[in-house]
């Protein structure tokens, strides 16, 4: 139903709300035993659902990455790059797609050049 890219990046756009929440809540100069902690784990528990659940309806822009550009720097003397596609479906009507950069890939075998 849900790839496994959305839903990890939903939910630790989650942990990042609760935590933002927990901090945002406790009192500045309050003494640790004056701070209402189940007051605050009720917010933060509210503003984690919230976040997850938008997260899965409204998407996040690291899961909706369209591929990957890989550049392999390994050559000093040539740049090679190669870029991977997650899904071409739809591409076309897209104002704009979103692609992962990678320097970490050695690039092995034929080198194609666009335009030739």
Same mark, same amino acid.
Not at 11 to 40: F, H, S
Not at 87 to 114: A, C, F, N, P
């Given at each position: 139903?849900? !790839?496994?890219?959305?839903?990890v990046?939903?939910v630790?756009?989650?942990?990042?709300?609760?935590?933002?929440?927990?901090?945002?809540?406790?009192?500045?100069?309050?003494?640790i035993?004056?701070?209402?902690?189940?007051?605050?784990?009720?917010?933060m528990?509210?503003?984690?659902?919230?976040?997850?659940?938008?997260?899965?309806?409204?998407?996040?822009?690291?899961?909706?990455?369209?591929?990957?550009?890989?550049?392999?720097t390994?050559?000093?003397?040539?740049?090679?790059?190669?870029?991977?596609?997650?899904?071409? !479906?739809?591409?076309?009507?897209?104002?704009s797609?979103?692609?992962?950069?990678?320097?970490?890939?050695k690039?092995?075998?034929?080198?194609?050049?666009?335009? !030739?």
């Amino acid at each position: 139903m849900f !790839e496994k890219d959305r839903l990890v990046a939903a939910v630790k756009r989650a942990l990042w709300t609760a935590l933002q929440t927990m901090i945002a809540m406790i009192p500045v100069g309050a003494r640790i035993q004056e701070v209402d902690w189940l007051d605050i784990l009720s917010v933060m528990a509210v503003a984690a659902i919230l976040s997850f659940a938008k997260s899965i309806v409204a998407g996040t822009p690291e899961s909706d990455l369209a591929g990957t550009i890989y550049i392999d720097t390994s050559d000093p003397e040539t740049d090679r790059y190669q870029i991977e596609m997650n899904q071409l !479906e739809g591409l076309s009507r897209k104002s704009s797609v979103q692609l992962k950069v990678s320097t970490d890939k050695k690039l092995d075998g034929e080198v194609k050049y666009l335009g !030739e």
